[in-house]
């Protein structure tokens, strides 16, 4: 399913009144700028070509028409899908295909224009798939005011493990579907899949499009789907550390956690949090349904912020990059680079995980509610790329899984991924043992005291305190709202019982 050999569509102008010497000219243009790869002259000259189009040659309408396509007519029947045609699930996901026939489950999709890509355009949809045929799936890219989609062969980059999920008879894998475009303008604003070519499809998928800008954040994370529900004093220290260390939003997909309102909402009106509901989209047993959905979800994430964050960094809410030398990320990270000799394309950096156990005897003398400092017992560093977590570059990464950047935009480019000496950070896993009895006593034997988070008790604990205060406060004034309101509903049917008998 390699694009480059895939015949590209013959586009033609949708307008008699182009004279034909017209319309080679502007074609020979084109052809000559697009040969002279220079990224910003091209799209200058292009830009103005079809100016002089609109305004030399009164020729409005002299605008690519993809409609009118060799591949499109290959599919004349196909329409854009109504409302009522499309097929949703829990709400979110959307979905094609039926029991016997193949089924894609998709979620969002994203216009494609990093610089790294040149001239090359693309539209990346998120989901999973299952049963299709070995002639691949089908991208229908929709435009406005045209009735008709333009029909290209989807490429499929597995985003999540190979082995996938398996329900009933169906096997579903996570898949980056890959939607190449011929033109650069106008841009699609919808897209469906199908298995077959000339289907009909009941997915209807907006094309978001990330606009290119400075980076408004240098650091911002991702977490994975998150499902059931953890202590608020342990969020609150989460989110506050992070924030300490450097990171100024974050971002949650929301897999029916509970509790966690009041919290979330808090941060949200802080501006430092944004949480997108991520429903399961299959009914699989115990965690799989959730986390079937994180491949997707971490993706959703990179690809909205690809130009707003400068690095990426995909971690759980019991998960910690704690430095050993600096203060913050920024001056960790120039260290880094600084030993590196400065070398370019840098696709992400990896640090090495370490457990702190829970079930680990905790320091007494530490306040309770702060997981960092009461956890001190650690285990040995892992080795590398033993489940680390990492900062991305959302510009040079393709598609993003738990622990690194899974898939490099360009292949042939093999940027640096710089696996962070345990000197300088290492990732602080505080969980609970889940291995079996043997590994567990064996990591409790070997464990040994680590004071690195202390060095930043004295700016975090006051920062935790003043949340949880404000949080309770917040808590308390709901709870007097709500009494206040009971009090109100009483009285009003106590009059409406006084007039019945009056």
Not at 96 to 107: F, K, L, P, R
Not at 281 to 309: E, H, Q
């Amino acid at each position: 399913m390699n694009l480059e050999h895939a015949s590209s569509p013959r586009v033609e102008f949708d307008s008699l009144s182009c004279a034909c010497k017209t319309r080679m000219f502007c074609r020979n243009i084109v052809r000559r700028v697009l040969r002279a790869r220079i990224f910003l002259i091209s799209i200058f000259v292009f830009g103005n070509l079809l100016l002089i189009l609109q305004v030399s040659f009164n020729c409005e309408s002299c605008l690519f028409t993809i409609a009118r396509t060799e591949r499109t007519m290959d599919c004349p029947h196909l329409k854009r899908p109504n409302q009522s045609s499309i097929q949703t699930l829990n709400g979110y996901w959307q979905y094609q295909g039926s029991i016997e026939t193949e089924e894609i489950i998709v979620n969002s999709a994203f216009f494609d224009d990093r610089p790294m890509l040149g001239f090359s355009t693309w539209i990346r949809v998120l989901g999973m798939a299952a049963n299709f045929s070995s002639s691949g799936l089908y991208c229908h890219l929709w435009y406005e005011d045209h009735p008709n989609p333009y029909v290209t062969q989807a490429v499929l980059n597995v985003t999540g493990r190979k082995k996938g999920y398996r329900l009933g008879k169906k096997l579903f894998i996570q898949y980056l579907f890959s939607c190449h475009l011929t033109t650069v303008y106008p841009l699609p604003s919808h897209v469906s899949l199908v298995g077959n070519q000339c289907d009909n499809s009941s997915i209807l998928l907006p094309v978001h499009r990330p606009l290119r800008t400075n980076p408004e954040h240098e650091f911002g994370v991702c977490v994975p789907v998150s499902f059931g529900t953890i202590p608020v004093p342990q969020f609150v220290e989460w989110i506050e550390f992070l924030h300490l260390l450097g990171v100024t939003e974050f971002n949650v997909y929301d897999s029916n956690m509970t509790g966690m309102t009041e919290v979330f909402d808090y941060y949200i009106n802080r501006g430092w949090l944004k949480v997108f509901p991520s429903p399961p989209a299959l009914n699989l047993t115990g965690v799989d349904g959730p986390k079937f959905g994180s491949a997707a979800a971490l993706n959703d994430c990179m690809m909205r912020n690809l130009y707003r964050y400068r690095l990426v960094l995909v971690i759980d809410f019991d998960e910690v990059i704690i430095p050993r030398m600096h203060r913050n990320y920024s001056a960790m990270l120039s260290y880094v680079d600084s030993v590196n000799n400065g070398k370019e394309l840098t696709i992400g950096y990896g640090f090495r995980n370490t457990f702190f156990f829970r079930d680990m005897k905790p320091d007494s003398g530490q306040p309770s509610h702060l997981w960092t400092m009461v956890h001190r017992t650690r285990s040995e560093v892992a080795k590398y790329r033993a489940a680390p977590k990492s900062f991305v570059d959302p510009l040079q990464c393709l598609s993003v899984f738990n622990h690194y950047c899974f898939l490099p935009l360009k292949p042939k480019v093999r940027p640096l991924y710089l696996s962070v000496q345990p000197t300088v950070a290492v990732t602080h896993h505080y969980r609970l043992c889940g291995f079996t009895k043997a590994k567990c006593k064996e990591f409790f034997d070997a464990g040994y005291q680590d004071d690195t988070a202390l060095r930043f008790k004295d700016d975090l604990e006051p920062r935790v305190k003043v949340t949880l205060k404000r949080l309770e406060d917040l808590r308390m004034k709901q709870q007097q709202q709500q009494l206040e309101m009971q009090k109100v509903t009483r009285r009003v049917k106590i009059f409406n019982a006084f007039l019945q008998n009056s």
